[in-house]
């Protein structure tokens, strides 16, 4: 079978399409045939190694695992002895992030735990878009406590992975949203329902006078003394922390911020591939509050190209690999 490896940690050029023997399911594993896959700047964090303290647990000189990807839907191809719940052809789908990655292959192998029955009302392509992102953007908006009706929601850095989501998310609850990023993405980010966009190359968002009863800051490129100057009294910040330092500035300095100006700042821990999660996304998904955005479909044969879309930052929704 086909899967897209790597042997050491480094850009896109590292990557390469092998021939590999195809898995075989242990006790409580399940084969899954790949019907789609999507790519997330988490795939990309894992290529280079980064944080480098990530690398305690995936390999301090060269990858401990060789193979790439998160998103994963697709079909039971075989279980493994003792696996119950599921057999051969059942629709599932997952978040690979903290199970060995692997979903950009024919086939990938995963603890049958870890698979969520997938409805057949979300098309594969769709589902395979929202494990990673989906969830992200699904527990940031919880962290920040319910969004009501009415509410003033920022959306700082909303047009890359996990930003098409939450502006839906927000929406979907009813709430006054206003979208950030580059100018090339205000077109799409109407388009996903926002009420307002605002091209950070022109304006800063935390020095035009607005204020918002809740920012979910996806981009994390700004100092958490920045968005006190846009938050309501008794507004909420939550970023969704792309470093170990900037996790360290906002779980810590947050929260003193946050009492000395009438607001609440701070971080949480991401949870992946929960299956509350994954079920409420699909729910979203069938129902049309959530519509996953797909920017382009790649072969697998063409996977590098794929993250070459990625790393160019000019996808305009996901970037899908279909084997």
Known sequence: MRAVVRDEYGPVDVLRVATVEPPVPGAGEVVVRVAAASLNMADLDHLLGRPRLSRIATGLVRPANRRVGVDVAGTVEEVGPGVTGLRPGDRVWADLFDLGHGSLADLVCAPASALSPLPEAVSFDDAATAPHSGSLALQGLRFAGPIRPGERVLINGAGGCVGPFAVQMAKARGAEVTAVDH???????????????????????????????????????????????????????????????????????????????????GAFFWRPNQRPDLDELSGLIASGSVRPRIDRRYRLDDAIEAFRRLESGEARGKVLVVP
Do not use: Q
């Open 183 to 265: 100018g090339d993405k205000l077109d799409l980010l109407r388009e996903l329902g926002a009420d307002h966009v605002i091209d950070y190359t022109r304006e800063d968002v935390t020095r035009g006078g607005r204020r918002f009863d809740v920012v979910l800051d996806i981009a994390d490129t700004r100092s958490v003394l920045a968005f006190p100057r846009c938050l309501a009294r008794g507004g909420r910040y939550v970023p969704i922390v792309r470093g170990i330092g900037s996790f360290a500035e906002k779980a810590l300095l947050g929260p003193v911020v946050g009492r000395l100006t009438g607001t609440r700042m």
